[in-house]
T-cell receptor
Framework: QKEVEQNSGPLSVPEGAIASLNCTYS??????FFWYRQYSGKSPELIMS????GDKEDGRFTAQLNKASQYVSLLIRDSQPSDSATYLC?????????????FGTGTQLKVEL | DAEITQSPRHKITETGRQVTLACHQT?????MFWYRQDLGHGLRLIHY???????NKGEVSDGYSVSRSNTEDLPLTLESAASSQTSVYFC?????????????FGPGTRLTVT
């Protein structure tokens, strides 16, 4: 079982719709959770972080965390073509002297006109 | 503006050669990380450092080494390049002063080993 699992997609949604991206993780000791956006040929860009159960909203983005179910999701409202990218879920655990991230393989999102 | 840079951005080398990829950050972050990204595998941690003179192995460290002589730089060395090391390499950093959890990435280096 992979430590962080994501559906690779592609997930296709029409412009203006809500895109829902999901991620599950296996390590119950994980403490912090992140979503990165990566455009083709570019580096990952941090767009959301969430540390406690529930929802966290930032503009059109909402991150949801359910530690009991070991589940993290990212909702993108009013999806735009510029949201077309690969979204990486990352899970943090405090080990030894510091924090380390484990990444999922990413979900490709395509927003269609 | 503070930033994280990587050089070179593209590199082609031959099997068996030693290669060093540079990573430089001006955020004064204690923590620095090297990842490789390959299709089907996502981002995998190669080496990381929590401060000057500190280095640690990640999940795919064989054939790679790092050294941390100052806060700003964490160069990644491929001792004897192999075709399996053809990949995109990303450097990242995080700030212990704010918890050290959020990592910020450099632009990446695309390495081809022929």
């Amino acid at each position: 079982q992979k430590e962080v699992e994501q559906n690779s997609g592609p997930l296709s949604v029409p412009e203006g719709a809500i895109a829902s991206l999901n991620c599950t993780y296996s390590d119950r000791g994980s403490q912090s959770f992140f979503w990165y956006r990566q455009y083709s040929g570019k580096s990952p860009e941090l767009i959301m972080s969430i540390y406690s159960n529930g929802d966290k909203e930032d503009g059109r983005f909402t991150a949801q965390l359910n530690k009991a179910s070991q589940y993290v999701s990212l909702l993108i409202r009013d999806s735009q073509p510029s949201d077309s990218a690969t979204y990486l879920c990352a899970v943090n655990r405090l080990t030894g002297g510091g924090n380390k991230l484990t990444f999922g393989t990413g979900t490709q999102l395509k927003v269609e006109l | 503006d503070a930033e994280i840079t990587q050089s070179p951005r593209h590199k082609i080398t031959e099997t068996g050669r030693q290669v060093t990829l540079a990573c430089h950050q001006t955020w004064n972050h204690n923590n620095m990380f090297w990842y490789r990204q390959d299709l089907g595998h996502g981002l995998r941690l190669i080496h990381y450092s929590y401060g000057v003179q500190d280095t640690n192995k990640g999940e795919v460290s064989d054939g790679y080494s790092v050294s941390r002589s100052n806060t700003e730089d964490l160069p990644l060395t491929l001792e004897s390049a192999a075709s399996s090391q053809t990949s995109v390499y990303f450097c990242a950093s995080s700030d212990t002063r704010t918890g050290g959890r959020e990592q910020y990435f450099g632009p990446g280096t695309r390495l081809t080993v022929t």
